[in-house]
């Protein structure tokens, strides 16, 4: 069984083995109490903060499972990034860099806000993007860090180390003393990248990938699924998850026996699977990350466009 437990910073376990909608949390366990993104799960959160008041909560991005649970700690202050502190001034913003207003247009925000704002509200299958708790985590911002920022804890001190691509503002906290990264949602799980959002960047998530790999650091932890991962497994696992990238690539060439047009990839749902996109936010997931794969292709030159149809070139 790997430890779940470094010292002073303390991993809290994400329901469904730390599956979407749930994430891998830290706690930091030091004179200045921290929780690093709230979304393991309500129970597991309100246990520790019972036991162990929070002072600070410190969101490593917008994403749902990573503030999920912010509203539970009425007396701690709440941190995000401040490339992304607009997602909390107003709530309009996480669609807007979440890929949902790309795909459905803003005519889609004033329903999501109204049932978002109801805890009755009926949920989506496969995305929570109606949940109540979207309303609750969001309703205040109590201040912001930066890349680059040194944060002290008591005896642990940690550095946030910029790594866009996932979402403009993703952030990884990094403990060198320790020599830990909690690398978040650069999480090396079968599915693979992801940067679907608006906001997201392929080439940027590759890039800071490999930025995180060269810390100075013996243990990568992430927010989803298997948790600890350490040094010496860490190259050839990331090379695996990073060459899904390339897979999907493969996927839409595949698909391009015949030209075709981006309506008809759309329609094939290539990057989840047509199970999933019943759920209008995995619906648009799926077609922005496709866009963005074909921009890539259209980059590299192995398609071309013509008359609204795509084709190998």
Known sequence: MKPDSFGKIKIIPG????????CNSLFIDDDVKVIIDPGSGYQSLVDINSRSPVDLVLNTHFHFDHIAYNY?????????????????????NILRHNGVVEYFGESCIPGWLERISRPDSLQSPYSPQNRHEFWLSTARLDGTYRWGEKMDFGTTQMEIIGAPGHSAGFSCPYFPAQGIVFIGDIDLTTFGPWYFGTDADIDLF??????????????????HEEGVIIR????????RYLAIIEDRDQKILDCLTEPASLERLESMALMYGKKFITDEWVRAWDAVGLRKHLERLLKKGAVSCRDGLYLIT
């Open 206 to 223: 590759i890039a800071s990938a490999r930025t995180i790999a060269a810390l100075d650091a013996e243990i990568f932890i992430t927010a």
């Open 15 to 22: 329901r469904n083995a730390g599956r979407f909608p749930f």
């Open 232 to 239: 010496k497994d860490f190259p050839h696992r990331l090379k």
């Open 72 to 92: 539970i700690f009425d007396r701690a202050k709440i941190y995000i990034n401040d490339i992304e502190e607009e997602c909390y001034r107003d709530r309009a």
